[in-house]
């Protein structure tokens, strides 16, 4: 069967920090890579609000997955995100062969205590940060 394009975004629980969060995302990668996908990109959006409770969290850590896989290979990733106790979302779309890939999005660090906002950031090379409360000095 062919491969199709797929993303899929995930909600990490927020008490596996970031570390813990990459952590995760190393064993999702291998998991897709070991179903036969082809990742073209990882962009962690960081920690982030929740627009309402999910499991009692407000927060969580955003990823999304931008692959190429097979319709069977793709049950078998969700069938193990499923089962993934620090996962506590996750949703995967088809995307059209033509779609153009996801905008990067931005890293929003946590207001600063002194009342200036605080700004977008990449990370040096290219990639995005993984934030976490508290951090933005």
């Known amino acids: 069967m062919a491969d199709r394009r797929y993303e899929t975004l995930i909600l990490i629980h927020p008490d596996q920090g970031e570390a813990g969060a990459k952590e995760l995302l190393a064993r999702i990668r291998t998991l897709m890579e070991d179903q ?41 990733i969700e069938r193990n995100l499923k089962i993934m106790d620090p996962v506590l979302r996750f949703v995967s779309v088809r995307q059209a062969e033509n ?39």
């Open 99 to 137: 779609a153009p890939p996801a905008p990067l999005r931005t890293v929003r660090r946590p207001d600063r205590e002194d009342g200036a906002e605080g700004g977008d950031e990449l990370g040096a090379d290219g990639e995005m940060e993984m934030m976490s409360e508290g951090e933005g000095s």
């Open 36 to 76: 036969g996908s082809t990742i073209s990109q990882v962009q962690e959006w960081g920690l982030r609000e929740l627009t309402y409770f999910v499991a009692k969290q407000k927060r969580a850590f955003y990823v999304l997955f931008e692959y190429r896989a097979t319709p069977k290979a793709l049950t078998e």
